[in-house]
């Protein structure tokens, strides 16, 4: 059994979930539901270990908006942005006697990794006790080498640069008075699913925190549901789309900010009440 040694450890408070370890127990879930566990022999899902450090997994990569001054030291920086964030896996197969068992925990280890047009979850519990997972595709070839032990390679990259909880907060409150308070744990901002349900004329959704609002045009009855995602930007009454009732003058896709958000919706007259969802978020 290969020895296992944590890199770099993340600090015991609990607010702070990530750091790059190979010593934790990993899940790697596929589109297809497909499980793949490194590190724990206990699971009827494990396929190997992790020998080498996870990369991808400490910081996302970073976008530059930037120029040179002509004739001039320095330069300009506009605003810098998160890019995709790329993460590797790299171990060993363990070496069963019987050479079907170890076909079996490759197959099983390509089939959760192939995540070509849905995502597959990375699922691990930190040193500091938090839960967390990062998606992902597809980036490269799946990777074995060697004859015994296998080794293998799987190389993803998610869209979404942001490590996140695995436990999903909610909040909600009526629409009178319309105030409620949400915390975020992570260190990066978190885009929430704000629902709204009931009656609302023209609903706006404001983050008091950071000064953004999400404004709608649109009348909601006693029985609709309606549904911002504001990761994707999408808009759902009852299902169907309402992107076009944005106010996109007067709205920002605003994010749950690292600490405590002060959300309040307006108008607050009528019988209806709204809700966030969101997830402690890293980057």
């Not at 390679?153 to 909880?165: E, N």
């Not at 007067?250 to 969101?278: C, F, H, K, M, R």
Request: without cysteine; charged residues 20%; negative net charge.
């Amino acid at each position: 059994m290969p020895q296992h040694v944590v890199v770099l450890s993340p600090s015991t408070d609990p607010g702070v979930a990530v750091g790059v370890e190979i010593s934790v127990v990993y899940v790697l879930t596929g589109p297809d539901g497909t499980r793949a566990v490194f590190n724990n022999p206990d699971d009827r899902d494990f396929v190997g270990y992790i020998t080498a450090t996870p990369s991808g997994l400490d910081s996302a990569e970073v976008r530059e908006s930037a120029d040179v001054l002509v004739e001039g030291d320095g330069g300009i920086h506009g605003n810098f942005y998160l890019g995709r964030r790329p993460w590797t896996l790299e171990g060993i197969v363990w070496p069963e006697p019987d050479q079907a068992a170890v076909n079996a925990r490759i197959d099983r280890l390509a089939r959760a990794s192939h995540a070509l047009r849905g995502d597959a979850t990375l699922a691990w519990t930190a040193s500091g006790g938090v839960d967390v997972q990062v998606t992902g595709r597809r980036q490269q070839p799946f990777r074995v080498t060697d004859r015994r032990p296998k080794r293998f390679q799987v190389a993803m990259v998610s869209a979404d640069p942001r490590i996140y909880s695995q436990i999903v907060h909610t909040e909600s409150a009526a629409s009178s008075p319309g105030a409620m308070t949400v915390t975020n744990r992570g260190t990066t901002g978190s885009p929430p699913i704000i629902t709204l349900r009931g009656a609302f004329v023209n609903p706006s959704i404001t983050n008091v925190t950071t000064g953004e609002a999400i404004s709608l045009t649109l009348t909601m009855v006693a029985e609709d549901v309606l549904v911002i995602d504001t990761l994707s930007g999408t808009v759902l009454l009852n299902g169907e789309n309402r992107y076009s009732a944005v106010n996109f003058v007067q709205t920002d896709w605003w994010q749950i900010g690292s600490g405590v958000n002060s959300i309040q919706i307006a108008p607050t007259a009528g019988g209806g009440s709204y809700e966030l969802a969101w997830r402690d978020a890293w980057a």
